[in-house]
Structures are given as C-alpha cells and as structure tokens.
C-alpha cells in the first residue's frame, strides 16, 4: 500500500473506543524489537530444559538453542543479548535475501526423545553427501548425540518463516521445537522511498533505529517505521509431565522409547514468543527467564506504520486480536499478496490476525487518532498551539512537537464539559476526579498524550499519593490497546485470569523517546 491509501484505508477502521485507555500503564519503555542471530551459517543445538510460568510452575521442555555461538545478535542496540543452548521459541535466524544458509543441528536431547530434525517449510534444503544425518519421514535427522547439517538459499524469500521439527511432530513441536526465520530485503532492493532521509520514516536524531531493515519487501509499499515479532503457541503440561518422567529412558531407537500420549489434548498455557502475560511484558533476554529470552511488549508512536511478524507454532489456530485498528494484510509466508494486473498490495484488513499452524503472516498496524472526534493532546482554543494540516490532514510540519502528527481536524476539538485542568472545554464528556478514578502504580492519570498530560488533565490536583506512581507522568503519557486472543481461555494461565496471549501496545507522542534496547 502507498503510504497514502495506507492512511486512508485503515486509519480508524477497526477502531474500538472500549478499549483506549489512560496509559503511562506500565513502568517500561519500549522493551520489543525483533531480536535474534545473524550470519550465513548457523550452529543449532536441541536439548531440554525447564522454562518458568506466571503461575509458578516450571515446566520440563524442549528447544533450540545455539550449539556454538552466533556470528552476531540483531538489533545491535539491544543489550544483553545471549543465545542459551535451548531456547523457547528457538533463536530467531536474521538473514538476508539472496543468501546461502547452512544449518548445523546437533541432537542433545535425551536418548529416550529418539532423531530429531528441522523443517524449513518454503525453502528447497539439501545436505551434502555424507552428512551424518539419517533419512526421516519428512527430511534427514540428527541421531543422539549426532547432527545434521541444512543447506538452502533465500532468494527471493524476503519475510517472516517458521521453522520447526520434522520428526514425531505431535510430541517435539509440542515440547517446544520450533522458531522463526526472518529473512530482509537486500540492501540493493529497499526502494528509495523507505530510506529517504527527508521522508516520513526517517528517525528523529533522539530515536534509535531498531529496525531489521527499512522495507519488508522489495516493494515500495512495504516501508515501515517500527517491527515486533510475535510467535503464538500452545502447551499442555500433561503431554511434557509424561516426557519428563521418562527423560531417563535408556534407548537407542531411532524413534525414541517414550510413550507419550498427544491426545486428548488440553492446553494450559497459552503463550507469545514462549512467554505468558505478564511476563511477556518484561524485557528481553531477561535473567529470570534464562530459556525464554524475547517478549511481547510493543510500543509506537501516532502515525508510524508498525510491521508486525506473526506465526502459528503450535497446533490450535489463534484469534488474535489487536485492539485500537485493524491490520493490513502484506504477505504470507513470504509471498506478497498483490492485484494481478498492476502489482499493487491487495492484503485484506484483518479484525484479528488468526494464526494458522506452521504459518506465518506479515502486517501493518498503524494508529493516529484519526476519527475519534476529540482532542487527544487536550489543546484547548486560544493556548498558542498549531495543527497546519498536510495534504493528508495531518499535522507534519515539525516532528519535535508534541502533537506531530496530531489528526487537525480534531484540535482545539474539547473531550471534557468541565475540565479539572488547563485543557478545552465543553465536550461530551465528563470524567470523574482522578484522584477518585484510580490511584496506584500503574495508573497513568490522563486522557490525553504528551508529557505533560496529567498536569493538563488535572490542574494543580495531586495525582496519587506520593512514591506509588511507578512511570513518571510528566515523563511519559500515551494510551494503552490491550491486544488480546479472542478465545477467553487462552487469556488465562493454567485457568487464572488475566494471562496467556495478552499484551498491550503502548501510543506515545514523539517527544517521548521509545527505547527497545532494554
């Protein structure tokens, strides 16, 4: 899409005003990106471990990890990037289109798991002649305590892909066996629109660029200003509770001497990018998650088109919905979804970006405030404020300013009958005293953006009582999207809400600087 049909196609198209909320909600700045490794040559190792849940469970699991240690981590910015030896979901292979990728899997699980493999759905793999892997059903395996070495090219693959096991699929993709593969654009192929220093996706001096690349595709409807992966998948701890008790298994089958039953199958755990709400939220490669290193925990700023990978890596499809817009559709699986006969973007607007098993999908989200007929900087007539609208509507004269960006046909336009603060008055709506509303850590105290938000929204009335607001109002004020399943019970954790496939995208205005190296 261009950047103009973007915006006007799904501007507010799935807006939901239940669910825009007074943020500052949680203390962290931005802490997502697409973390992962990178290189032409990957060392993988699968082995067992045991990866922690909200409920305080430690579950008995299987995974990816780095055999030897990776040529390099992407984004370089962010800090304390590691690749364990087992990792759920496994490392996140970052690569570049028209490369040839070798993938060295060592087999370190216990005897009793039997071979094990890596498919990489959509790519044409070999191995060479001699390769100690073993035929399999569906590719060549690793024995226990042996490997196996993949060969294959990325041309013309640029996107997001899953990778998983190829062997016994029901027990190891369900253990834990399984990862994604991002592959971007070479540099020759971004268009020159995604990169035009003056241009709209161009950062501001004070924002890092934690982008993988400035283009998803190369397309040049494809530029973005910001990316999160998110990998959605199930777990039922019966099925890992029967592993782990015959971890032991002295066996030397190539199909492995556990007995595990996968059906009936009732998962408990509902999980993005291995981790559950609220620990999805806390930093990547955190300490207290040494197995389960990147988060779910997205952060944007009005009016940047944020790229969103998204696979399926269990066995249930997942609704998930992202609250505030819909998601226009770019690709699946690496293929662009275009007209036939002009080669423009024809991706639909999805109301919830349902995961299909082994499938991944690319999209673009996108929020301004276009459309919800208020104020939401709390300008109020006569305050000395601007809003010169570009061709589009909105104001883009100067990116510094706390409103750039700001939907003009909505300023000086008042939310509040009767304002506490300095903001307009005589809109629809009247809010009760903040310090009656809500009080407490996570309580951001205003509905508007900037800043200085609270102060507007509540004149010289203290906002909760000193030491208990845990974000800094005057530092950070932006609105909170819960993003969500839409099957209630995967946002639970072992039946206890609120957990599983649960997040929230935090919208901050320029002026706050988003910070995803933590």
């Known amino acids: 899409m261009s950047q103009l049909t973007n915006r006007k196609?799904?501007?507010?198209?799935?807006?939901?005003?239940i669910v825009l909320v007074a943020a500052g909600l949680f203390a962290h700045p931005a802490l997502a990106a697409t973390p992962g490794i990178t290189g032409t040559s990957f060392s993988l190792n699968a082995g067992a471990a045991y990866i922690s849940q909200p409920d305080g469970q430690m579950v008995y699991s299987w995974g990816y990890g780095c055999q030897e240690?990776?040529?390099?981590?992407?984004?370089?910015?962010?800090?304390?990037?590691?690749?364990?030896?087992?990792?759920?979901?496994?490392?996140t292979l970052i690569v570049e289109e028209g490369k040839a990728i070798s993938v060295k899997l060592t087999n370190n699980l216990p005897a009793a798991a039997g071979n094990t493999s890596i498919l990489f759905p959509g790519f044409d793999v070999t191995t060479d002649v001699g390769d100690p892997g073993v035929p399999g059903l569906l590719t060549k395996e690793a024995v226990n305590g042996g490997s196996v070495t993949?060969?294959?090219?990325?041309v013309g693959k640029a996107g997001t892909h899953t990778y998983y096991s190829g062997t016994r699929g029901d027990l190891q993709v369900e253990m834990g066996l399984y990862g994604a593969i991002v592959v971007v654009p070479k540099?020759?192929?971004?268009?020159?629109?995604?990169?035009?220093?003056?241009?709209?996706?161009?950062?501001?001096?004070?924002?890092?660029?934690?982008?993988?690349?400035?283009?998803a595709y190369a397309h040049p409807d494809t530029c973005y200003d910001r990316e999160y992966l998110f990998q959605f998948s199930e777990m039922d701890p019966?099925?890992?509770?029967?592993?782990?008790?015959?971890?032991?298994?002295?066996c030397s089958s190539p199909s492995g001497c556990m007995v595990v039953r996968t059906e009936n199958y009732h998962p408990a755990y509902f999980m993005i990018n291995g981790r559950s709400m609220p620990d999805d939220m806390d930093p990547n490669y955190a300490v207290q998650y040494p197995h389960q290193p990147y988060n779910g925990n997205p952060h944007m700023h009005p009016g940047e088109l944020t790229l969103l990978r998204i696979t399926g890596q269990g066995r249930w499809q997942h609704p998930f919905h992202e609250h505030g817009n819909h998601v226009r559709l770019l690709a699946r699986d690496g293929n662009l979804i275009l007209t036939e006969a002009n080669s423009k973007l024809a991706g639909p607007l999805l109301f919830t970006t349902t995961t299909t098993p082994g499938q991944a999908m690319d999209g673009i989200f996108?929020?301004?405030?276009?459309?919800?007929?208020?104020?939401?900087?709390?300008?109020?007539?006569?305050?000395?404020?601007?809003?010169?609208p570009d061709a589009n509507g909105y104001y883009t004269s100067d990116p510094t300013k706390l409103n750039f960006y700001e939907w003009?046909?909505?300023?000086?336009?008042?939310?509040?009958?009767?304002p506490a603060g300095d903001v307009g008055s005589g809109g629809p709506v009247t809010l009760p005293d903040p310090n009656i509303l809500a009080a407490g850590p996570w309580y951001g105290g205003s509905a508007y953006l900037g800043p200085d938000a609270t102060a507007r929204a509540s004149g010289l009335t203290p906002i909760s009582p000193a030491g208990t607001v845990a974000n800094d109002p005057g530092s950070e004020a932006g609105f909170a999207f819960m993003w969500h399943s839409h099957n209630e019970r995967e946002i639970t954790t072992n039946n206890a809400f609120p957990g599983g496939m649960l997040m929230m995208m935090l919208v901050d205005p320029y002026t706050f600087v988003i910070d995803e190296s933590k």
């Open 69 to 91: 240690a990776p040529t390099g981590f992407a984004p370089a910015a962010i800090s304390g990037a590691s690749c364990p030896s087992m990792q759920l979901p496994g490392p």
């Open 187 to 215: 540099a020759a192929n971004v268009p020159d629109a995604c990169t035009d220093p003056n241009g709209h996706h161009a950062k501001l001096p004070s924002q890092t660029d934690y982008r993988l690349s400035s283009a």
């Open 366 to 388: 996108y929020w301004s405030g276009k459309g919800l007929n208020w104020d939401v900087y709390g300008h109020k007539p006569g305050d000395g404020s601007t809003c010169v």
């Open 408 to 418: 003009c046909a909505d300023h000086n336009k008042a939310l509040e009958a009767n």
């Open 9 to 17: 196609l799904i501007a507010v198209a799935g807006l939901l005003p």
């Open 238 to 250: 019966v099925i890992h509770r029967q592993a782990e008790l015959q971890k032991d298994k002295a």
């Open 150 to 154: 993949y060969k294959f090219s990325t």
